[in-house]
């Protein structure tokens, strides 16, 4: 199977790194690189939502303001916080939860 690489801002898929790095994005400037699996599902790193596909998740409207940022943790059993230590059986709910050590909790890759 072809290597995939994706755009953390626009979504563009492309088959090397040289390429998008070098490629101008329509989201403004260079491609930037997600360094995050390729997988089936996508989360979004400021609410947790999923989606499909990396590009309809960065180009969706995020509950928390902007566009969603593709989490590049991947899917996991456990969503751990990199503040405090405390995990959690999803993303969202994490990311949503008040953390012991002050404001939300930050997911840990």
């Known amino acids: 199977m072809a290597d995939k690489f994706f755009c953390k801002k626009c979504g563009q898929e492309y088959s090397s790194v040289s390429t998008l790095v070098n ?6 400037g260079k491609h930037e690189l ?10 979004c790193e400021k609410c947790g939502q999923e989606y ?7 180009n969706s409207s995020c509950s928390k303001g902007g566009k969603h940022e593709p989490f590049a943790g991947g899917i996991k059993s456990k969503y751990t916080c990199k503040k405090c230590g405390q995990s959690y059986n ?3 709910t994490l ?3 008040s953390c012991s050590k002050g404001g939300k909790h930050e997911p840990a890759r």
């Open 23 to 28: 490629t101008s994005c329509s989201k403004g």
């Open 34 to 43: 997600y360094d995050g699996p390729v997988q089936a599902k996508y989360l």
């Open 52 to 58: 499909n596909s990396i590009s309809t998740l960065v």
């Open 90 to 92: 999803s993303l969202s």
């Open 95 to 97: 990311v949503n939860s």
